[in-house]
């Protein structure tokens, strides 16, 4: 179709101009970031091989990469409940689902010491069989985990309620089980979906800080580092692990849009 | 057989109350009713996919409450083919097959087989989405039939195809049916579909069994002004029976008297349906073969329909007439005409209102 003008109208181009401040500010932050390192490019990397920042930002990246995974064993199952079924208190279930969203970062850091920590109730048992979460490995997963998980089953639950009900329906008549035909049909379908929300619940759970130092200061992830560094070494070397820690997401996620082109494409057409 | 004992669904506002039906073995069982009255949901009680609130659904003489929808040899078509978007035409009709461990080589023959039978076999690498609604309807049913089913549930299988397609469908369905001795129950809002394939007919309007019967017994002898009104009779009249004897009885609709084959009480307020396929039209003053209900009348409207002519008459009742384009050129029917209109007593089929009081001669 051929357009008479090119000129958009004043509308668009109000909210074009409005809306470019959210584009302009991240723009500007990463700008100057990046400007400041490229200009002191030895220093950057002399404080981007560090030993110590390499760890910071592996332990981030695996830790995230592990709440995903839990993500996909605890909340396929409950996305695939709240997609397909209506029960009394339901509400309810979504509400809970939907708090750590809500609650401040600090919160949840105390809701998930107190349940983590050595006596706590889930902390004590998992200590009997030598799993301690307080400062240890396990317990950044688990603050991951808890943070990450809203984003993950309400992704993951948008991705079933998008297969009709009648494709399961279909499946079942012709011999599947409920749960052959979620192996077959449903889940085949939503791996797009499932896969965006593993984005979304690893990018949330890398980003994390507050809930994480609350039950594990130690092993550092990159944000208890980069704040570590900005209190104690000041702003330079700061800034110069985070530009270090950018370009590593920025990396990944990349690849994972990539990959998400290719995964799931016939879910379009569902 | 499946039976439907007194079975009561409710789903959102759509209610479903206290059904009854027996569907007999080899039956080709239509479900009629208006769109919107959840005759879905009576198919997927029968699949299991819905558990009845109350009331049992019963196939084989056996309650199927405990019985998954995997397990009940039922196929189930829906309105929108639901053929899976990721599995290529083959991969569909393999799905039942496959879930059944038969061996790959008798998937292979079996698929090929039905694909065949349907003359889509050139689709078998197909993905779903790419083929036209007729063709996605065939590898519904080449899947829905491929696993053997005892019975196949078909969810307005016609309403969105076009009417080459459609008549098509219509001969495989009824070649289905013969071949396979199969059980098919088959809902719809299309009372066409129904006059084509039905042995026996279920009317269902807003979650009430209205009627239930052979085919032409429904389509011609409606319970009620409801049913009378959705099967499509054209001429429904209120009237009063003024007389009857062995043979019939004489009822005053307006002012006509029209006689009926039908033996009503004396004095009863009745319903009067007449087909307009059943009303004759004849040119002024040419004499009908039979004696009874025979009225000089004038053509009021000419309707012009599908594949014929709806003729608005009155004579005294406003009465419709169906003419084909030849009809109406040899008789020379147009507006305004005077016409004699002539129907068999036979075909008024009449129900009674109201027995209890005879009703009152008018007061002035």
């Known amino acids: 179709m051929k357009r008479l003008s090119k000129v958009p109208d004043s509308c668009l181009l109000s909210f074009a ?20 390192q490229i200009t002191d490019l030895p220093y950057f990397i002399s404080v981007a091989t560090e030993s110590k920042v390499v760890d910071a930002i592996l332990l981030t990246m695996v830790a995230g990469l592990n709440a995903v995974l839990l993500l996909l064993i605890f909340g396929i199952p409950l996305a695939y409940i709240l997609a397909r079924t209506e029960f009394r208190g339901k509400g309810v279930v979504e509400s809970i689902v939907d708090i750590p969203v809500m609650l401040p970062h600090t919160i949840a850091g105390i809701m998930v010491y107190i349940l983590f920590m050595r006596r706590g109730i889930i902390g004590e048992p998992f200590s009997q069989i030598g799993i301690i979460f307080e400062g240890a490995y396990p317990g950044i997963v688990a603050a991951m985990f808890f943070v990450s998980s809203p984003y993950f089953v309400n992704a993951v639950r948008d991705g079933f309620e998008k297969v009709p009900v009648h494709l399961e329906n279909a499946a079942r008549t012709l011999g599947a089980s409920r749960f052959q035909a979620f192996r077959l049909v449903v889940l085949p379908l939503s791996l797009r979906h499932i896969f965006s929300g593993s984005i979304l619940a690893w990018g949330r759970g890398i980003g994390e800080f507050a809930a994480i130092i609350m039950i594990a200061y130690y092993p550092m992830v990159i944000s208890t580092l980069i704040y570590y560094k ?3 070494a000041g702003l330079r070397e700061s800034t110069a692990v985070a530009f270090a820690m950018i370009l590593v997401c920025l990396v990944v996620f990349a690849i994972l849009r990539g990959l998400m082109k290719r995964v799931g494409k016939y879910d379009d057409r569902v | 057989m499946i039976e439907f004992d007194n079975v009561s669904v409710t789903l959102g506002v759509f209610r479903l109350n206290e059904l009854s039906i027996r569907i007999k073995k080899g039956d080709y069982y239509f479900i009629i009713g208006p769109s919107g009255a959840g005759k879905t949901i009576i198919l997927e009680a029968i699949a299991g996919l819905h558990h009845p609130d109350s009331g049992r659904v019963l196939i084989d003489g056996e309650d199927v409450s405990g019985i998954p929808p995997e397990k009940r040899k039922i196929a189930l078509v829906y309105q929108d083919y639901s053929l899976f978007p990721h599995m ?4 569909n009709v393999a799905f039942g097959l496959k879930l059944q461990k038969m061996p790959k080589a008798e998937i292979a023959k079996r698929v090929d087989a039905v694909l065949s039978r349907f003359g889509i076999a050139h689709l078998k690498d197909r993905a779903p989405y790419t083929m036209s609604g007729g063709e996605q309807q065939r590898v519904a049913l080449a899947r829905a039939l491929v696993t053997e089913p005892d019975i196949l549930l078909l969810d307005e299988p016609l309403s969105a195809m076009d009417q080459v397609n459609r008549d098509k469908f219509v001969a495989d369905l009824r ?5 396979n001795d199969l059980t098919i129950v088959h809902v719809t809002h299309s009372r066409e579909e129904a006059l084509s394939l039905a042995t026996r007919v279920a009317v269902i309007i807003d979650g009430t069994l209205e009627q239930e019967g052979e085919r032409d017994e429904v389509f011609r002898k409606p319970p009620n002004r409801r049913v009378g009104r959705f099967v499509g009779i054209e001429n429904v009249f209120d009237g009063t029976v003024s007389g009857t004897g062995a043979g019939g009885s004489v009822i005053m609709v307006g002012g006509c008297n029209i006689r009926t ?34 009225f000089p009348a004038k053509i009021e409207k000419i309707t012009p329909r599908e594949s014929y002519y709806l003729l608005g008459i009155s004579c005294g009742i406003s009465l419709y007439a169906l003419a084909t384009e030849q009809e109406i050129k040899e008789k020379g029917l147009v507006l305004g005409q005077a016409v004699s209109v002539s129907f068999n007593p036979s075909a008024v089929h009449v129900t009674a209102d109201d027995c209890l009081s005879p009703s009152l001669s008018p007061s002035f």
């Open chain 2, 88 to 91: 290529s035409v083959g991969e």
């Open chain 2, 175 to 179: 070649a289905i049916h013969k071949e």
């Open chain 1, 230 to 232: 900005f209190t104690t």
């Open chain 2, 261 to 294: 084959a039908d033996v009503i009480p004396d004095g009863c307020r009745v319903c009067v349906f007449i087909r307009a396929a059943d009303v004759s039209v004849r040119r002024a003053g040419m004499t009908a073969d039979d004696e009874y209900n025979c």
């Open chain 1, 17 to 36: 101009l409005i809306g470019s401040m959210i584009v302009i500010l991240t723009v500007l932050a990463l700008l100057t970031i990046t400007l400041r």
